[in-house]
């Protein structure tokens, strides 16, 4: 299969997803939205003029800019878009998928015209800058590392339509699982232990598994106590060594592990408090829906469902890197929210349709080996797929590779030649 059947083949995909996610939208909409992805796809980037330089329409730049630009600002663009997405992935979620929510951050220090700009702080160095907020949700099983992209928006305190953080996780619960059916378990990280979001999982019977905080209270045998306190007196009957990958590097770790039964003060339902010790001087504390027994394979089961949101952070991280989040120049608030939506697409795209169709693997191992970036570990390989989809593309652009014609069904499956 030469380069030039790949780059066709990818064209071919290309354009039936996006037919896919812009069903039911006006002719305008529906162009632009193929042009967005397969833009964002060989240039890994968001910036308006570079998706219109890898249009190459022949007319002035600038012009093509503009077109984009006002296509961008379409209300309902992110939500159309979004709930064609989530649509798609809702047939990979199933019962004990992991839903991990990863809340991050667009850091705009020199920009000064973006609307509702607000102070964040910056994941990377730990300062506060200016910038956006961003709210991710992928599906991933425990232990596993094939992601699903479902949810990616953005949003800014200083908009005059945000409420709360809170009321930002809850709305991604909500767009996510109006969807996939009542299918999976949340997972959420540091932050997600706050009162109103608990509240909010159990009033709407939300499966969850949420990093506690010691200084929060639960009630143990009728008592209300202090969650750190009842973690040291925890019986831990199980002892295993596991290894995390920091940065490509490995480091292993012996820990030891337990639980106990306990509630929220003032509610019913019954919940367990996981504990792990062996990661810090602190010991990890674990609240969760799921029901925990004194089998060694359970309790590892809740332990690795919430290891897996460690181990794919750098796969979330690709959707950042891969298409140069922090260099979006947009002005606008509603363009900004737009556009990641079809950032959305575009890692949805990369990470899931390109990889799990009917025929694909060999297509993929193409645009594995067409990838210049060197890598080691398997989560790499979402930045190698980004990366080789970039340079067959910018090889074999539009005009020079006819696409493939996909039919735009939605019930149909793309058929590759062998």
Known sequence: MNIAKIAQKIQGQMEQFAGKLSCGLPTGARRFIGEALYGIQSRGS????????SLDEGIALHKTITRLSNQLQRPGL????EERIIGEGARRVQQETLLIIDVSDIVKPYAEKMQYMARVRDGSSGSIEDGYWTMQVVGVEAGGKEITPLYHELYSQDAPDFKSENREIEKAIETVSSQVQGKGIWVID?????RTLFDFMLN????????LGGDRHVVYRGKKVVAEELARSCPLLYTDRVIKEDKEQEQAYTISYGFRRVKLPGRKERLWMVVVTGFGKEPLMLLTTEEMENKRQRLWWAIEAYLTRWRIEETIRFVKQSYQLEDIRVLTYDRLRNMMGLVL????????YLGVRAKMEILVTHVLKASKRIFGIPDFRYYAIADGIRELLHR????MVKPIKALINENQLPLFDS
């Open 190 to 194: 540091r932050g997600g232990d706050r």
């Open 204 to 211: 709407n019977k939300k499966r969850f598994i949420v990093r």
């Open 78 to 81: 992110l939500e159309h878009v």
């Open 46 to 53: 968001v910036r308006l003029s570079e998706i219109a330089r």
């Open 345 to 352: 697409a575009a890692s949805y795209f990369a990470a899931v």
């Open 396 to 399: 074999y652009n539009r005009r």
